[in-house]
């Protein structure tokens, strides 16, 4: 099982501080609150799927509509596109948090021009990752891809997925000189041109990966669900889907998502945040565990009148393909330590951090998946806990709901004093 050298992605541009979730920043309030009054994260996602089960996913979106938007995407990157201060938004140029030596060393060694043709938001890089087979969904120019090339190691390796041919063909171009640059014998990647939605066509096989990533990406796909369907299908059992992208504060207006510019801008195709849910529990993946928030802004006038009301915010996400009948119950979890960079302190989502040698009560989701998943030589799990049973996901001491909404996450990170999680390890500093 792949394990050692990683660094914490964050989605937002890398190493999270300890206890740090997120990326507090300046943003504009366009509209109202996504949450209804009165209304737990849980019982809105509840009542949210019952409503709009399939919404905003791409499912009623004909053959033609699919190409078309396919083909003004490919266009948008790989003809207006030259450089990423040709965006309108910060959607896929979100603000950079400081990053570790390790990642900023090897970020040095990729090439100039697959750096300046990235459009990616910061960084998406789980830990553990040693040995590891990564697929990186819309992989553009190879930036993320070469970058996990060096921390999987010359026994691991990385696929990167696009379906601009421009973006692939550059991304093959600078093979040869990073395996030089590495000192690798053989190379450790590889490009191919084709659709998220069908990773069959290139020839991608069931249970082939340990991780698959995803960069502000998904958001161009018209049809979510086949991306997530896809993903599932090709992680091995245990394997995680680690993306950062774009998500709406509610389901957007015709005008929007038909709007070329938009679409090219990372926010026409824009999921609407609880939506995510939905999708992963049918797909079968374990619920999303919701790991930071960055404020988008919108520095066009034209555009945000088309938008509105709607806000939009980037988050990176986990989702785990956890083995059937794996979730046994709740647990006592011990973080034993040894993941490279994260040594005494892993911070796991936004609700769980996980400090060496500290006992911590997880819910029955958590416990499968660090049971069933590459961090499983790095914890000792038992069952049950005098806390365990009411835990929802969160601390032990006084919360029941975990975080799952990444604007109500954002304003915590925008408030003074401490966030609200209260009790056992997990939130940001001054919370434990």
């Given at each position: 099982m792949c394990q050692g050298p990683g660094q914490a992605g964050a989605g937002i541009g890398a190493e999270a501080r300890p206890g740090q979730r997120g990326m507090p920043g300046q943003h504009r309030i366009l509209g109202r609150s996504v949450a209804q009054a009165g209304q737990s994260p849980a019982e809105a996602l509840q009542l949210e799927a019952v409503r709009h089960p399939r919404a905003s996913a791409g499912a009623a979106l004909g053959a033609k509509a699919l190409e078309q938007i396919h083909q003004e995407v490919q266009n948008y990157y790989g003809k207006e596109l030259q450089k990423s201060e040709d965006l309108k938004t910060n959607a896929c140029i979100t603000s950079a948090r400081p990053v570790s030596k390790l990642v900023r060393d090897a970020l040095e060694r990729i090439h100039e021009e697959v750096v300046a043709r990235y459009y990616g938001c910061g960084l998406v890089i789980p830990e553990c990752l040693s040995s590891c087979r990564i697929l990186d969904l819309g992989s553009g120019s190879g930036r993320d891809c070469f970058l996990l090339s060096q921390l999987v190691g010359e026994q691991g390796h990385v696929t990167g997925i696009d379906m601009t041919k421009g973006q692939v063909e550059l991304a093959k171009k600078h093979i040869a000189y990073h395996m030089d640059k590495f000192g690798y014998r053989k190379p450790n990647v590889e490009f191919f041109h084709g659709y998220m939605e069908n990773l069959g066509d290139a020839g991608l096989a069931d249970d082939s990966y340990d991780i698959v990533i995803s960069n502000c990406v998904i958001n161009?796909?018209?049809?979510?669900?086949?991306?997530?369907?896809?993903?599932?299908?090709?992680?091995?059992?245990?394997?995680?889907m680690y993306f950062s992208d774009v998500?709406?504060?509610?389901?957007?207006?015709e005008t929007t998502r038909k709007h070329r510019v938009l679409w090219g801008e990372c926010l026409a195709g824009a999921l609407y945040w609880r939506d995510l849910y939905s999708i992963a529990e049918e797909v079968g993946f374990s619920p999303p565990r919701l790991v930071t928030a960055s404020p988008i802004t919108i520095g066009d006038k034209e555009l945000e009148g088309i938008v509105g009301d709607c806000r939009f915010v980037s988050a990176t996400y986990r989702l785990f393909k956890v083995p059937a009948g794996s979730r046994t119950g709740p647990g006592q979890a011990t973080y034993s330590g040894g993941i490279v960079g994260h040594e005494q302190e892993l911070v796991f989502d936004a609700n769980f951090t996980f400090k060496e040698g500290e006992v911590v009560n997880v819910d029955a989701e958590m416990a499968a998946i660090l049971q069933n998943s590459r961090f499983a030589e790095k914890f000792l799990i038992r069952?049950?806990?005098?806390?365990?049973?009411?835990?929802?996901?969160?601390?032990?001491?006084?919360?029941?709901?975990?975080i799952c909404d990444p604007f109500q996450l954002l304003e915590q990170l925008r408030a003074p004093g401490p966030a609200s999680c209260c009790g056992g390890t997990c939130g940001p500093p001054g919370c434990c």
């Amino acid at each position: 099982m792949c394990q050692g050298p990683g660094q914490a992605g964050a989605g937002i541009g890398a190493e999270a501080r300890p206890g740090q979730r997120g990326m507090p920043g300046q943003h504009r309030i366009l509209g109202r609150s996504v949450a209804q009054a009165g209304q737990s994260p849980a019982e809105a996602l509840q009542l949210e799927a019952v409503r709009h089960p399939r919404a905003s996913a791409g499912a009623a979106l004909g053959a033609k509509a699919l190409e078309q938007i396919h083909q003004e995407v490919q266009n948008y990157y790989g003809k207006e596109l030259q450089k990423s201060e040709d965006l309108k938004t910060n959607a896929c140029i979100t603000s950079a948090r400081p990053v570790s030596k390790l990642v900023r060393d090897a970020l040095e060694r990729i090439h100039e021009e697959v750096v300046a043709r990235y459009y990616g938001c910061g960084l998406v890089i789980p830990e553990c990752l040693s040995s590891c087979r990564i697929l990186d969904l819309g992989s553009g120019s190879g930036r993320d891809c070469f970058l996990l090339s060096q921390l999987v190691g010359e026994q691991g390796h990385v696929t990167g997925i696009d379906m601009t041919k421009g973006q692939v063909e550059l991304a093959k171009k600078h093979i040869a000189y990073h395996m030089d640059k590495f000192g690798y014998r053989k190379p450790n990647v590889e490009f191919f041109h084709g659709y998220m939605e069908n990773l069959g066509d290139a020839g991608l096989a069931d249970d082939s990966y340990d991780i698959v990533i995803s960069n502000c990406v998904i958001n161009l796909a018209p049809d979510k669900r086949a991306v997530l369907r896809e993903a599932f299908r090709v992680l091995k059992p245990g394997g995680e889907m680690y993306f950062s992208d774009v998500y709406a504060s509610q389901r957007l207006s015709e005008t929007t998502r038909k709007h070329r510019v938009l679409w090219g801008e990372c926010l026409a195709g824009a999921l609407y945040w609880r939506d995510l849910y939905s999708i992963a529990e049918e797909v079968g993946f374990s619920p999303p565990r919701l790991v930071t928030a960055s404020p988008i802004t919108i520095g066009d006038k034209e555009l945000e009148g088309i938008v509105g009301d709607c806000r939009f915010v980037s988050a990176t996400y986990r989702l785990f393909k956890v083995p059937a009948g794996s979730r046994t119950g709740p647990g006592q979890a011990t973080y034993s330590g040894g993941i490279v960079g994260h040594e005494q302190e892993l911070v796991f989502d936004a609700n769980f951090t996980f400090k060496e040698g500290e006992v911590v009560n997880v819910d029955a989701e958590m416990a499968a998946i660090l049971q069933n998943s590459r961090f499983a030589e790095k914890f000792l799990i038992r069952a049950g806990g005098a806390n365990a049973a009411g835990l929802q996901g969160c601390c032990s001491k006084g919360v029941k709901e975990k975080i799952c909404d990444p604007f109500q996450l954002l304003e915590q990170l925008r408030a003074p004093g401490p966030a609200s999680c209260c009790g056992g390890t997990c939130g940001p500093p001054g919370c434990c």
